[in-house]
């Protein structure tokens, strides 16, 4: 059982407190789904990103399985690592498609729990689905420590391969944050060459803007895999839901997180 790392910190401990919050995230939200094959969404605190993050949410679709692509902030386990132990979250307990982690096995993708143990990114977006579609689907939590083009392009073939020859209906989930610490208008800025290679589906430009600008995406690696898998089922178009910033919250606008919710259809 891989058990809440971040509850109480990021998002509220108690289920009742949790659902309070995701029902505030939601709040003037339609929730109005979408036939969405990929999605970018936030993982800082619900009070920061909760509501960019819901915007993804409020569009999506029921899947059997949502495979879930997250950084790995902590250096803990394997480069690519895939968790198969059940993971419990204030809301209950959700089940890893095992089918499609076995179908990994040789790969590039270890199967380890040390790389998820601590890790938030991954972690955050679970109460989101739960609220949305109670315990009722499978996920694939797929923590990349190594983020280079060709290791995410490597994993979202991998991923894609599997779900094309499963025959499941599977939604990717990339967990990214956009530019970090940087002033409201910079952030901004950057964030919007990023986003605009994203909404082209360009995993190269993504690299290039990336580089060029220094920018501190956490999630360059999970967003590429992302937008490889949903490529390769047939995505074609990428549209930004809402763009914002920890200060908007906060108040200081010196030195601010990004925050975007992107969907791939």
């Not at 970018?40 to 920061?48: F, K, L, M, T």
């Not at 020859?165 to 610490?181: P, R």
């Not at 909404?199 to 993504?206: A, P, R, Y």
């Given at each position: 059982m891989r058990q809440p790392a971040v509850a109480g910190q990021f998002y509220p401990l108690r289920p009742e407190n949790l659902e309070k919050e995701l029902k505030q995230c939601f709040e003037g939200l339609e929730i109005?789904?979408?036939?969405?094959?990929?999605?970018?969404?936030?993982?800082?605190?619900?009070?920061?990103?909760?509501?960019?993050?819901?915007?993804?949410?409020?569009?999506l679709s029921k899947a059997d399985t949502y495979v879930l692509f997250g950084p790995n902030h902590t250096g803990y386990g394997s480069p690519v690592s895939v968790s198969i132990?059940?993971?419990?979250?204030?809301?209950?307990?959700?089940?890893?498609?095992?089918?499609?982690?076995?179908?990994?096995?040789?790969?590039?993708?270890?199967?380890?729990?040390?790389g998820h143990r601590y890790e938030h990114s991954i972690e955050v977006q679970l109460p989101f689905l739960q609220y949305r579609f109670d315990q009722d689907f499978r996920i694939l939590p797929i923590c990349l420590g190594m983020q280079d083009e060709e290791t995410a392009t490597e994993v979202g073939s991998l991923i894609?391969?599997?779900?094309?020859?499963?025959?499941?209906?599977?939604?990717?989930?990339?967990?990214?944050?956009?530019?970090?610490?940087?002033?409201?208008?910079?952030?901004?800025?950057?964030?919007?060459e990023i986003i605009e290679?994203?909404?082209?589906?360009?995993?190269?430009?993504?690299?290039?803007?990336?580089?060029?600008?220094?920018?501190?995406?956490?999630?360059?690696?999970p967003i590429s895999a992302m937008l490889t898998a949903s490529k390769k089922l047939g995505a074609t178009r990428a549209e930004l839901l809402k763009y914002s910033n920890s200060g908007e919250v906060s108040g200081d606008m010196d030195a601010v997180v990004g925050y975007a919710a992107i969907v791939v259809e």
């Open positions: 109005r789904e979408r036939d969405i094959l990929g999605a970018v969404c936030p993982h800082a605190g619900y009070v920061y990103s909760g509501r960019v993050a819901a915007h993804v949410y409020a569009a132990d059940t993971w419990k979250t204030p809301l209950g307990s959700l089940e890893v498609d095992r089918e499609l982690a076995e179908g990994l096995s040789g790969s590039i993708i270890d199967m380890d729990e040390l894609a391969n599997l779900v094309s020859k499963s025959g499941k209906k599977v939604t990717f989930i990339a967990s990214s944050d956009f530019t970090h610490y940087q002033p409201a208008n910079l952030a901004r800025e950057t964030d919007e290679a994203i909404l082209n589906l360009d995993v190269s430009g993504i690299y290039e803007r990336l580089y060029r600008r220094n920018a501190s995406v956490c999630g360059y690696g």
